[in-house]
């Protein structure tokens, strides 16, 4: 059964490269998704939210989108709010990855 899943954040984070220290802060108001770049499943902003466009057909398979920051990940505090619609039942499981090398195996 195809499922559908609307997520602020459903996705695997990608911090690499260096820069100087910061706060990363993306509430999608603008429409934008700056740094985000989909590894597998259609996303697009909705209403504030970072969400899937199409429903997934295979519950046991990631969709993902990561984002490529310029901080260095070190100590700190990441904020992250998910939120699931109505027929997404089974695949609630977001996952939050740090320093990613590899877009398929982490």
Known sequence: MKKFVSALFICGFLFCSLASAGTFVDGFEDGVANGWRPI?????????????????????????????????????????????????????????FFRLKDDQNG
């Open 40 to 96: 597998s499943g259609n996303w697009q902003i909705a209403d504030g939210k970072y969400s899937l466009t199409e429903p997934v057909a295979d519950a046991d398979k990631p969709v993902i989108s990561v984002l490529d920051s310029p901080w260095k990940v070190a100590d700190g505090v990441i904020t992250v709010t998910f939120s699931f619609n109505k027929i997404s039942k089974g695949i609630e499981r977001p996952i939050i």
